[in-house]
């Protein structure tokens, strides 16, 4: 069964950094790109980042670039999303998806993770 | 950034009813784009890509069109379960932004 499994939300202070993980089964992850997508409760989905099957070609929504960095580790699997200098406008459900493709920019997500909840309050 | 623009926002339908979702491209995005079905507490789910690729389970009631600017998803005889959110989204450039939303209520 294809499967994304995030983890590492939480609550966290305004300024403060936090580390996403999504950990991956069921297919082949070093053939796929990979995105991080959110959703503040009650809003619509906002893209914030993709990362290619190598993991160097990255893309980042602006209102996330300088301060959240993705990443791959194609032998474990898994993909992050390191976030700092967290702002309560960065409130929202984190997914983790699976590119149709190797490249995040050509089709759409066809496998998503159940979410994480990442609340930045003080 | 490429601007996805979805109308109507929401609509009431039927079920048994056939009704269309426009989105709209600030610049022509090829036929790089996709649709979901967003549900309350679910993750989304991709119906269609490249304008008008039908996902492998997806049924054929759904279906897209369009290339450029303008695109459409139709949904030909609503179901019960069709009730939801739909997104469309481009993928011709970084980053790929996706529209606001369309509510189909009953």
């Known amino acids: 069964e294809v499967q994304l499994v995030e983890s590492g939300g939480g609550l966290v202070q305004p300024g403060r950094s936090l580390r996403l993980s999504c950990a991956a089964s069921g297919f082949t992850f070093n053939n796929y790109a990979m995105h991080w997508v959110r959703q503040a409760p009650g809003k619509g989905l906002e893209w914030v980042s993709g990362?290619?099957?190598?993991?160097?070609?990255?893309g980042y929504a602006d209102s996330v670039k300088g301060r959240f960095t993705i990443s791959r580790d194609n032998a474990k699997n898994s993909l992050y999303l390191q976030m700092n200098s967290l702002r309560p406008e960065d409130s929202a459900y984190y997914y983790c998806?699976?590119?149709?493709?190797?490249?995040?920019?050509?089709?759409?997500?066809?496998?998503w993770g159940q979410g994480v909840l990442v609340t930045v309050s003080s | 950034d490429i601007q996805m623009t979805q109308s109507p926002s929401s609509l009431s339908a039927s079920v048994g009813d056939r009704i269309t979702i426009t989105c709209r491209a600030s610049q022509s995005i090829r036929a790089y784009l996709n649709w979901y079905q967003g549900k309350p507490g679910e993750a989304p789910n991709l119906l269609i890509y490249a304008a008008s690729s039908l996902r492998r389970g997806v049924p054929s009631r759904f279906s897209g069109s369009g290339s450029g600017t303008d695109f459409t998803l139709t949904i030909s005889r609503l179901q019960p379960e069709d009730f939801a959110i739909y997104y469309c989204q481009q993928s011709f450039s970084s980053p790929p932004t996706f529209g606001q939303g369309t509510k189909v209520e009953i």
């Open positions: 998806g699976k590119d149709m493709s190797g490249d995040f920019l050509l089709f759409g997500v066809d496998v």
């Open positions: 990362i290619g099957v190598s993991g160097h070609n990255q």
